[in-house]
């Protein structure tokens, strides 16, 4: 029986060849393949401004430094990967967590909580499926900034624009299970503020204002020019790419609607269109499922078994305690990632609803 993995990055001659020209003909470290990537990506998203850098990490803190949250406080969600919070920590600010909405996963804008301290807001678009992005821009007012962590969620629209264009700026991630990548790490920033992208692009390159003199404390955090090669490939295949995700998930829907034990996500309507990056059901017995499916030659993931305040790093650094943000203690325990990527068939897909099916005994 072959398995099913939950994702598989895409891999062309098309790619390699790019890959391979760029390492031939082009300077290794901001060659020109780094800059055409930067504005084909600007035009994809619909900023002014796009900055390559070495993940979807430094986007997150080198965007947190450009707009001085040092000393500050930084609100986010519990549910999303540990470098949503990591990020702030680097730098220099303190995360405050506001609790996921219990409709989308997201983060809620009812639970978010603003103060004097308060810097900035970094809602993500978990599993590819845009934040409310105008009731955060209410609850966070106009003088606090948002940055949209769109990790995984590349070319999904809110109301008629990308996310990533919507907030003061957007960060992106291109590791190889996100809907592109990059053949490795490597990560982007969306901006229309000019002042933000040069200093973004001034701290990814140590500091530079010129090849000697440094006036910040920057970092080593650029893009490989081949791993930009890469990129431009795949982002002319994005679009497409994203709808087949789409495909696959309107499938897994219809497939899985009368399964009773099993909750499925949001499919997105007029204002909203999802990526799916994952595809994310909850579920009372998600181990039990899980085991099943696995038995059956199908994996599986879970995002996330320990929501970001209850890992130990943030108990033993600030306090937090079980029971502090239930929703996203609640999701964690019962969400789990099915299979999908562009190449899976309609046959994988079949193959993993009977599955679930068997698992709950029950017919369609």
């Not at 900034?145 to 590349?154: M, N, P, R, T, V």
């Not at 404390?217 to 431009?232: D, E, K, P």
């Amino acid at each position: 029986m072959n398995k099913i993995p939950t994702s598989r990055p895409a891999v062309t001659e098309e790619m390699i060849e790019a890959m391979s020209d760029a390492l031939r003909n082009e300077r290794m470290v901001l060659g020109e393949s780094v800059f055409k990537f930067e504005d084909e990506f600007a035009r994809f998203i619909g900023t002014d401004y796009a900055i390559s850098v070495s993940s979807g990490t430094d986007a997150l803190i080198l965007s947190l430094l450009a707009l001085n949250v040092r000393g500050k406080e930084v609100v986010t969600t519990p549910l999303s990967f540990i470098a949503t919070a990591n990020a702030i920590v680097h730098a220099g600010a303190t995360p405050v967590f506001a609790d996921s909405s219990p409709q989308d996963y997201n983060l809620d804008p009812r639970e978010i909580r603003v103060g004097k301290d308060t810097a900035a807001v970094m809602p993500v678009h978990l599993f590819g499926y845009p934040s409310q992005m105008d009731e955060i821009r209410e609850a966070a007012g106009e003088k606090v900034k948002i940055i949209e962590d769109a990790c995984q969620a590349h070319g999904a629209t809110y109301r008629g624009r990308k996310v990533g264009a919507i907030g003061d700026v957007g960060c992106f991630s291109f590791y190889p299970t996100k809907n592109m990548t990059v053949g490795g790490d490597g990560g982007m920033v969306t901006t229309n503020d000019k002042r933000l992208a040069d200093d973004i692009r001034k701290l990814r390159d140590c500091g530079r204002t010129s090849r000697y003199i440094h006036d910040v404390f920057g970092f080593t955090s650029r893009l490989n020019t081949a791993n930009a090669a890469v990129g431009r490939v795949q982002l002319r295949h994005l679009n497409d790419w994203n709808e087949r995700r789409r495909g696959i998930a309107r499938r897994y829907s219809e497939r899985l609607k009368d399964v009773e034990e099993v909750r499925l996500p949001p499919m997105g309507g007029r204002d909203i269109t999802p990526v799916f990056h994952l595809f994310v059901v909850q579920t009372d017995d998600r181990d039990e499922l899980a085991k099943h499916l696995l038995a059956n030659g199908i994996e599986t993931g879970v995002h996330y078994p320990v929501p970001i305040h209850l890992q130990p790093v943030y108990r033993d650094a600030f306090g937090f305690s079980q029971g502090s943000y239930p929703e996203s203690e609640r999701q964690s325990g019962r969400l789990l990632s099915l299979p999908i990527f562009p190449a899976m068939t309609d046959e994988d897909v079949d193959r993993v609803c009977d599955s679930i099916i068997e698992h709950y005994g029950g017919k369609e």
